[in-house]
């Protein structure tokens, strides 16, 4: 899944690369996927987005937004997969979920991964939009540590589920999902189903500290190696604790990192450093 500094870093191309193309042509690929939603019909996206031009691109915690003419917008939501341009004698992949023409033979496609949804809305829709722009982006000027420690308390199930549940809800802090948090909680010592009154300030502090440090990590690294930017490279950003780890000793007390399920998916931990 995509996750603030994978959407970042495809923003930022997106606003080099595409602005200014046209849109000639929009349809879905050979593939069909139950969990990817549109708002509108394929065809309505055609129509509506055909002779339009790019006009910029933007991210906010993990959504990507693609402006298009002066009165659109598409939204890549909270989703996982590979968003690609081809350049104009590039072949595309065989596979993919959505497709963009773009009139000077470059395209663009989208192949999904998990689930995830590609809203065509018109920019005053986003506003209105019940599940946009929620939550706190970590590094924005509005997460300060006090907000943070605000959230913490707000966080209606805190007495039930553990720090993993808070973290990995973007209506929360809105840019974290179960790849980057992983390394958040082993920087900070914290076990993931520690619950959220038995944090002392201490250990809140850490876990600031850690999201702001591995996101500005991750952001200067163009984000995860296990995804792909815009034009498919991975990202430089190597996780401590990961499928790829396991097995393997912690960097910090040679204890050997372990995986548990919890809360829907896995979490890579160190158990001596993680309490
Ligand atoms: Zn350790």
Known sequence: ??????????????????????????????????????????????????????TGADSY?????????????????EL??????????????????????FSDASAMTFNLQMWGFVSL?????????????VGIPPLSDRFTYDCFNQLLEEYPEKTKKGIKGFMVTSKHINGIGNGYLQDILFGAKIHPARKIPTLTSDERRRLYTAIQDTMIEAIKLGGREDERDLFDQPGGYHRFMSNQTVGSP???CGTIIQKMSYLGGACYLCPTCQV
């Open 250 to 252: 912690c960097p910090n």
């Open 80 to 101: 996982g997969g590979r968003i690609l341009y081809h350049l104009q004698e590039e072949p595309l992949p065989a596979k993919f979920h959505l497709r963009w023409d």
């Open 61 to 77: 915690g993990r959504s990507i937004y693609l402006y298009v003419g002066e009165a659109h917008l598409l939204w890549f939501g």
């Open 1 to 54: 899944m995509l996750e603030m500094p994978e959407a970042m870093t495809i923003a930022r191309q997106m606003q080099d690369t595409l602005t200014g193309k046209t849109i000639q042509h929009f349809a879905r690929g050979s593939l069909v996927h139950k969990f990817l939603w549109l708002s509108k019909t394929a065809e309505e996206y055609d129509t509506i987005l055909s002779g339009k031009e790019i």
């Open 121 to 133: 809305l018109e920019r005053s829709e986003l506003a209105k939009h019940p599940y946009a722009e």
